[in-house]
DNA sequence: CACGGATCCTGATGGC
DNA sequence: TGCCATCAGGATCCGT
């Protein structure tokens, strides 16, 4: 998916334009990850007040509720004056005043859900168990530190699990590890208060600047506008298996971690 | 309950 | 219009 940084950037590239148009009219495709639940047409009339981000989700606010959605694996979003009629996997289609809100997931991992507000059960089942969003003023290195004591797990696996901290994916989670100097094999629970604060500042960075480049070192990512991602974030090991390290010039190793790869240099990533 | 693995789905790629 | 295996940005659910 869509890491944070494709998340927020998407979420940039309309959240203006869309901000007090009327929803008009509401379509959905193949099924997707979760049902919406609700019927569309009870969001017919209403209002979109705002977009906001929370970790991977964007939320709708509505005068008639919130909308949820998530990117999965290969989602993307489009909204524009005007659209084509929705190809074979174009999922969401939302007409509002101001333009036309689609969702384009071939894979259709990702979702939108209905919840008339953010404390209902549904958006808390969805939303409850995210971690502390990392460019937020709530993400401290201290407590940062603490909350990995709590895990045995490898760090780069507490990373992905977004119950620490939220919007690292696959990518930005070796990304990170790799500024680190942390060897993403290395259990949670065993980072110094150091290193926690090391990798704190490099999750911080490597998201923040993603944002500010707009976008992504993604290969299909586009946002909302239809742009599409510059490239400019060159990874320093995701997908460079066998490359010489940017740093060190030691050949960047890969290997799977709970179904996912990592990548990592073993000379400039202290186990 | 914490952890590891299977799972949802489609498309791209590379080996044969 | 070749076929098959493998892999891809995520995250939930289920068994141990």
């Known amino acids: 998916m869509p890491e944070l940084p494709e998340v927020e950037v998407t979420r940039l590239s309309f959240a203006g334009r869309i901000a007090g148009a009327t929803i008009l009219g509401l379509q959905m495709g193949k099924p997707l990850r979760w049902p919406l639940g609700c019927d569309p047409a009870q969001l017919l009339g209403h209002t979109v007040l705002q977009v906001r981000r929370r970790g991977k989700y964007l939320l709708l606010d509505t ?9 999965g694996m290969s989602g993307s979003l489009v909204f524009a004056a005007d659209l084509p009629a929705p190809g074979k996997h174009d999922h969401f289609d939302m007409r509002t005043s101001a333009g036309c809100l689609r969702l ?36 401290d290195a201290l407590a940062f530190h603490a909350a990995l004591q709590l895990r045995q797990t490898a760090i780069k696996q507490v990373l992905l699990a977004g119950e620490v901290v939220v919007g690292v ?25 150091p290193r926690a604060a090391r990798l704190h500042a490099a999750i911080r960075e490597v998201l923040a600047q993603a944002v500010a ?3 992504s070192t993604l290969k299909d990512f ?9 490239f400019q974030l060159e990874a320093r090991v995701y997908d460079r298996a066998g490359l010489p390290c940017k740093v060190c010039g030691a ?16 000379n400039c990533q202290k186990p």
């Open 169 to 193: 994916g696959n990518i930005y989670a070796s990304e990170a590890l790799f500024m680190a100097g942390i060897r993403p094999t290395v259990r949670a629970a065993r980072l110094s208060k």
């Open 63 to 71: 005068t008639g509720g919130l909308l949820l959605i998530h990117l």
């Open 222 to 230: 586009s946002n909302a506008q239809g742009e599409s991602g510059y």
């Open 104 to 139: 384009h997931d071939p894979r259709r991992f990702g979702a939108v859900v209905y919840a008339p507000g953010e404390d209902d059960a549904g958006a808390r089942k969805l939303l409850g168990r995210l971690g502390v969003e990392p460019l937020g003023p709530d993400f």
């Open 251 to 266: 050949p960047i190793r890969s290997m799977r971690q709970g179904q996912r790869s990592t990548f990592f240099c073993v």
């Open 213 to 215: 480049k707009g976008g």
